[in-house]
């Protein structure tokens, strides 16, 4: 099984090194020295990690044949995928790779339809789902409990219970029940 470890960031220095956007919870394992990795776009790839370290609390890494900054440049924005043995996959119930994920349809507890997950952000904060909704928009919903009341794989759907506003204008609505109107006008 293939899953996204990294997401190639801007170079930083002059001797080809480049900062990653981590997307596994096992760095020190999966982009190590010597790990050979596939890339999206595959023409981009493989390519074998030389050398890694953390600067100012980001992870640098530099790859075998990338010497300068301008080849640092030309790998930007390429994603890094790892083998990974599927007896590896999270044990604990609660824990989830991004591919699982990818896709799910997004429900409210009534069965609404929200939209279908497209992205998934890795915030410092928090994860934030990307959801497409039927018309095209975009909603973004944060990957916390109080939100995501559950994840389904096998039905692939994602439930939540988003607070007022988060995903349409009821914060509107509720705020004119709270003044005592429901007409829809305001007071």
Not at 6 to 14: D, K, N, S
Not at 94 to 111: A, I, K
Not at 153 to 172: F, K, M, N, S, W
């Amino acid at each position: 099984m293939q899953l996204v470890v990294a997401r190639i960031g801007r170079a930083h220095g002059i001797k080809g090194e480049v900062t990653v956007e981590v997307r596994t919870d096992e760095p020190e394992l999966r982009l190590g020295p010597g790990a050979v990795l596939q890339t999206e776009p595959a023409s981009a790839g493989p390519l074998t990690i030389e050398t890694g370290r953390v600067h100012s609390g980001r992870l640098l890494l530099r790859f075998a044949g990338v010497k300068d900054r301008t080849g640092a440049e030309a790998l930007r924005n390429i994603l890094l995928i790892a083998d990974v043995d599927p007896a590896e996959l999270p044990a604990e119930p609660d824990e989830y790779y991004d591919h699982q994920l990818m896709d799910l349809d997004v429900v409210l507890e009534d069965g609404t339809e929200i939209g279908r997950i497209t992205e998934i952000s890795h915030l410092p904060s928090q994860d934030l789902f990307i959801v497409e909704r039927p018309d095209g928009t975009e909603v973004m919903i944060p990957f916390v409990g109080e939100i995501v009341a559950e994840i389904d794989l096998e039905e692939q759907r994602c439930v939540i219970t988003p607070p007022p506003g988060l995903i349409d204008d009821r914060a509107e609505v509720v705020s004119q029940r709270d003044n005592g109107r429901d007409d829809g006008k305001e007071a």
